[in-house]
C-alpha cells in the first residue's frame, strides 16, 4: 500500500493537521509540549494508503544523539523509501524556515519526492500579509510557489484541499 509522509519541525501543528485531515478528533497524540511526539505513528486511511507521521525535527530540548537519530530516519525515508507516494510538509507561515527546515528541502528536492509545501497557522496572521510570507519560504526552500498550500485547522482552511492533492499522489502511485 502507498505511503504519505507528514513531516515538520516540532509544534509546526502536525498532528493537529493530522487529525484534520483523518476527520477525527485526537487521534493524533496531541503534544502537551513540543517535540514530544517522537515515534513514528502509522494510520491506515480508508485502506487506500499509510498515512505515516515521522517524528518532529528542530526541537532543542532532545539530546544530540536523538537528534541524529531522527535526522537519520528523516533523510532514509525520504530518500529511499520505495513505497512513498508523496510528502506533506509542514512549515509555520509565520517563521523563516529554519537550518532543519532546509536540511529537509535537500532531502525532498535531491530525491524528487512529490511534495506538498503546507503552511500552517494561517489565522495567525493577516490576510495582506500572506502573499509576501508565501514568496519569502519559497523563495528560500527553493521550491515552486504551485506546491503551495495555505492551512488553518483552527478556521478549517485548506484542510479538503490538502485531501485532494494527497489523493493526486495517490492516483500517480508510488515512486517505484
Ligand atoms: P506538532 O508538535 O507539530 O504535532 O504540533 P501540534 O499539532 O501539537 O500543535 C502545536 C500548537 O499549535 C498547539 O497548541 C496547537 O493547538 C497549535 N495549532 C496547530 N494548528 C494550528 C492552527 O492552524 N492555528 C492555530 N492558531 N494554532 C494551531
Known sequence: MPEI??????????SS???????RRSIAHRSKWPGKTRMCNIYRVESAYYLV?????GFARVSKKERIGFR??????????????????????RREPSPDDLE???????????????????????????????????ESLGVPQDQCLITSVTKKEGIQELRDSIHEFLAEGART
Open 53 to 57: 507521521d515521522l517524528p518532529g525535527y
Open 17 to 23: 493537521l493530522i487529525n484534520a485531515v483523518l476527520a
Open 5 to 14: 509522509a507528514f513531516v515538520g519541525r516540532s509544534n509546526v501543528g502536525k
Open 104 to 138: 529537509v528541502a535537500e532531502y525532498i528536492i535531491s530525491a524528487s519526492v512529490p511534495v506538498i509545501v503546507t503552511m500552517t497557522k494561517a489565522d495567525k496572521i493577516a490576510k495582506g500579509d500572506r502573499n509576501r510570507r508565501i514568496q519569502s519560504i519559497v
Open 72 to 93: 537519520k530516519l528523516i533523510r532514509e525515508y525520504l530518500t529511499s523509501r520505495r513505497t512513498l507516494a508523496g510528502a506533506v510538509w509542514l512549515l509555520d507561515i
